[in-house]
């Protein structure tokens, strides 16, 4: 069974850095794309990042600037580095492929506390 495995979770401060992890059972390119969602408690699950296999990244408004992804292709794997932190950021973190969200397939997650 292919897997997503996603680490790297702390319990940081505001104004803080963190990098994620998210590491493929098999190459990183086979998913076409890799991307990165998170769930605040109470909230819905929302997109945070995304990466093509062309390079292309994409954020929305809220982390722009301070969120980037990319990837190391020999480790299988896709980074989300977190810049500046807030309160607002805490919430599990996921990684997925596009048919693993179609088809509502989500891993364990990681997860962010961002707390004074």
């Known amino acids: 069974q292919v897997q997503l495995v996603e680490s790297g979770g702390a319990l940081v401060q505001p104004g803080d850095s963190l990098r994620l992890s998210c590491t493929a059972s098999i190459s990183i390119f086979d998913f076409g794309a890799v991307g990165w969602y998170r769930r605040a408690p109470g909230r819905q699950r929302e997109f945070v990042a995304s990466?093509?296999?062309?390079?292309?990244?994409n954020y929305p408004r809220g982390v722009k600037g301070r969120f980037t992804v990319s990837r190391d292709n020999a480790k299988n794997t896709v980074y989300l580095q977190m810049r500046d932190l807030k309160v607002e950021d805490t919430a599990v973190y996921y990684c997925?492929?596009?048919?693993?969200?179609?088809?509502?397939?989500w891993g364990r997650g990681t997860q962010v506390t961002v707390s004074a």
């Open positions: 990466l093509t296999n062309g390079g292309v990244d």
């Open positions: 997925n492929s596009p048919r693993g969200v179609e088809n509502d397939e």
